[in-house]
């Protein structure tokens, strides 16, 4: 039974990662460090917490002793302890964003602070296991991916790989707030957030930079996305609409096949009808869809993104770095309704 | 045309009084204040607001010269300006509830401050004008009700001028979150809010002292309310579902008939079936449905929180307390979805 | 491993089952059945089953050969073929209401039709398990309660076992949307629902006689409930606001101790604080906190009311009457958002 | 005053009429016309309409002597009453889209149906005021736009008439639910709406060749549209997401000002910020921004669906027919919240 601690454990990233490990049955959490709730237990935090209420939550990962880290935090925050952490022989599966770009200067202009463990940023693998799951099986480092880029990489991949991704791709992204973290926002409040459909992150959101840098290690270098996130008044769940530019006629039948044949092998990514987001709820899927419009393939991505797009991935993760069963904790069920 | 000047303009209740107000034929905003957005004008802090964009928002009400102030602010806010507004002759619409209590004492009981305006809180009038609208029409200083209490109030008076109410009176209310007002909170959060009911007030909602202070001037002294709000994922509107004890058998078309007649002239009270809140959207409706069950007659009553519970109802006040037609301006469509 | 089958497969509680008990150690699902999806695989009804989508729907449930027969449809379909299924050798669970009524009287007085199956009718149990787990054990035909009865009976059982529910009960039920069905109808047309609070089911819901049996069963048969169920805008959960008469002054932690004694010994029932929805979704549980509101203790308990309060309780029954422990296939955790 | 008929009435498009008319200082409804729903009175359909509510539902509009008639009904319905009503003068506005396409042919190959009153398709004006004006003015007949259409072309057609619309475009709309219309469907059953963003109407949506036919009108006959419709859990409202091609570098200022300079002098079109739903909720007004990402400017247009998507427009194309000032009745606010 390996040991994890989880860091962030009072968000809502670090609250899912106590309730899908709770089921794990390899991985068992004995530390959890939250600097907001330092000294209450998991339980205060999240009543709904079963197994694991009892733990006390730390004021930092000073001194734990574990297998696996996961970080489920903001950006920053990863950074000051990684080192420390990977030291003491530590693996880490890093939920924020500090060390998925490629270089600290891409980092800096992107995040508006210096990337401050150079050193270890470049041993960091994309864990985006479809993608680059060998890559993550000898990693002691792993960034997992954000939601969106989650979302769109699943979508695009195949056509990159097929050289049928022609430029530009439009990704139309639709989340829900609990994206947008455990903090009470104005973007979030509900009063604004219920009756509208809010675009943001004009001219670049974060995840694009992201999502570029994946798709050069996919070899399609030159491939501009344009990403438009928007807030839908749902909790959670993401649906991505990519209109990839036209190359060739429309085909859906050779699309959906290219499709199935890319992820057949994939235990958690289905390929089939227009998705709906309880299917993926709580889960590790990401569904994807490819639909004709006019002569135009448009491709739909749906995850949770507080499964797929984060805490179940970086546990598909943990396993992978582990050398456990990729699936194990995470056949839980998604929901019909 | 009477001069108004809106405090608390960046709020809810601010902004639906600035838009309600830019349809009225004889009252005109010519001041706003919003201690926070102050210097920046109604447009830039309400987008939706045509008519008012221009105004510039002031930090406080000093030397403002109108015919009538509205005040929609916190607790404790009222009280240390209202003497001079009155002093210069400025009528007085007071949204928040610094003058529903009947005593300083209760005042203090319920809001943990002392009150500071003493002298003035006697002559307050509590502006329910289906009730007590002859108090209105001569008042300087008039309580505008809170939202539920409106509510309450509206659908219990019957029975309590019938002799027909015996406690206690059970007020389960549900409540949009708007009510929470404008500044983000955990419970208006939308990952929050979105997917739960939430009971909150518990052992005393501060709008239960003013449903009880309500009917002791109705003479029903001795009616023990138990009341409780939840918060549910809507914006708008509050239904309350009132259980009075039974006196003496089921028989609802006499019940609706009582309330049919209690208002029968008042332009703003629908009677009828089940209501929808759609319907009083916008507007400074409330409607109210008497329902048997059992042999127990439940009434339900309807409203737009910011609307009849706040803003419209305030403008209602000031409509009797300048002399004006009582509907003047509040004639806007509700929604059938 | 015992084998199931599943009546009404294509429903909502019916699709539940099959998601739950694709988790299940001990049950396994090797039949199921759907008038109206005959032909179609499980598969294709609900796409995020997994392990039995290739499950083909049968018509009826003519010659299956199962341990036990889940019976997820409405008023009047388990009467024509629970008799059969018995004599088969067939344990049955019916979660319609076909044998929750204790006579065929009141069942012909609150569903319009006579009960077409006297014989059978007395010796089914009603299922909650808390209550009358030990008849359970032993029974063949279980009635398993409709959602309001087993949030609202949880809630209150302990008061009546106690000896303190004096009436009468004033249950306000808040349901979400998908207790309606899976059929489009008027209410829970999303234009319709979305925006308001619909409370419904005047002058008696069918559950009311429902509580009034299992009341009796309890020894509390003079105890009247008013009962008024309400749709909010959510898809699943219910959250019963219970008001008991007062009975001697309030006195919240000694009905707190009263509650966390009588189910100290309940793996499903949780005691504590104001509930959140998301905490029992696709779950078992059921949440129960009771709060003081001026001198009335006032109970919230708070279920999925396709999981407590539908399938999963169903399978709770089917683990006692097949002797399993009863909590097998139910332990998946609910949500924090 | 001018005689209005509402044809369709108990619809959401024909609710909305009548609402809006209600407060419409130079058409009065005088007829209502209700197939299914024939010999109830609007008050009965719509409780929140107020001053039309003893008005008899007709089962149809035979003989009716009126001014304008509204058909808010849905497709094949407006051709077998169109010729009559011109017949006897009556101006038509028809919210349905028998007359929005240009030819018979093309009406036949969307719609599948024959068109079945050809003499009269040509003259029909397709009722876009803002650009199309001039032609409204004169016209017997208008073909009222569908909501996407409106939305997309009022945020396309500067760019368009600047020659800065290189294809294809990508539009990708959200809308609420009531744009599916008041008959229960699954699409719109809450259980099923409530919880996800559902893609629809791939290969190709009906609104997509009415959105070419009005460029084609606008000369930009050759700019494929690339338009996929989204149901999000919403009820009123319509947000497009439209991404034109990059045409010689990002320049949101430059773009800006082509809006606003083109835009000046219509009332009902507003240039801006990100806009919210709330705003346009229950007016005639498209709010509309132009946003730059990466090196694309994105334009976000935002409309109530019922509002100048449909009812509201309607009105304004009557005003513009009947001689009326263009904004007469069509000045209700919209919302902050």
Not at 247 to 262: F, I, K, S
Not at 308 to 332: R, Y
């Amino acid at each position: 039974m390996a040991k994890a601690a989880v860091l962030g454990a009072s968000g809502y990233l670090g609250g899912e990662l106590i309730r899908l490990l709770s089921y794990h049955p390899d991985i068992d959490v004995t530390e959890a460090v939250s600097r907001s709730q330092a000294g209450k237990t998991v339980g205060e935090v999240s009543p709904s917490a079963e197994q694991y209420s009892d733990i006390v939550l730390r004021a930092n990962s000073d001194g734990i002793d574990v297998d696996v880290a996961f970080l489920a935090q903001g950006a920053g925050e990863a950074m000051p302890v990684v080192p420390s952490l990977l030291e003491r022989g530590i693996r880490v599966v890093d939920l924020g964003p500090d060390y998925r770009l490629p270089s600290a200067e891409e980092y800096a202009r992107v995040y508006g602070r210096p990337h401050i463990d150079v050193e270890h940023l470049p041993e960091a693998v994309y864990g985006l296991p479809e993608l680059f799951g060998d890559q993550v099986k000898g990693a002691r480092l792993v960034a997992n991916p954000g939601c969106y880029p989650t979302a769109t990489l699943l979508a695009i991949a195949p056509l990159a790989a097929a050289g049928e991704l022609h430029g530009p791709v439009v990704v139309d992204a639709k989340s829900g707030t609990s994206g947008t973290g455990a903090l009470p926002s104005a973007s979030a409040h509900h009063p604004e957030a219920a009756l509208t459909v809010l675009p943001y992150g004009m001219p670049e959101h974060r995840h694009g930079p992201e999502m570029a840098a994946a798709l050069g290690r996919l070899g399609a270098h030159h491939v501009p996305i344009v990403f438009v996130p928007h807030v839908v008044p749902l909790v959670r769940g993401i649906l991505c609409s990519i209109y990839a530019a036209p190359g060739g006629g429309a085909d859906a039948a050779r699309w959906t096949a290219l499709y199935q044949h890319r992820y057949e092998a994939s235990p958690f990514v289905r390929v089939g009808g227009v998705p709906r987001l309880p299917w993926a709820q709580g889960t590790n899927r990401c569904y994807i869809s490819v639909q004709p419009v006019g002569n135009v393939p448009v491709v739909f991505s749906a995850l949770d993104n507080l499964g797929k797009g984060g805490a179940a991935q970086a546990i598909q993760n943990a396993n992978l770095m582990l050398g456990l069963d990729e699936t194990a904790g995470l056949s839980l069920p998604g929901f019909g309704v």
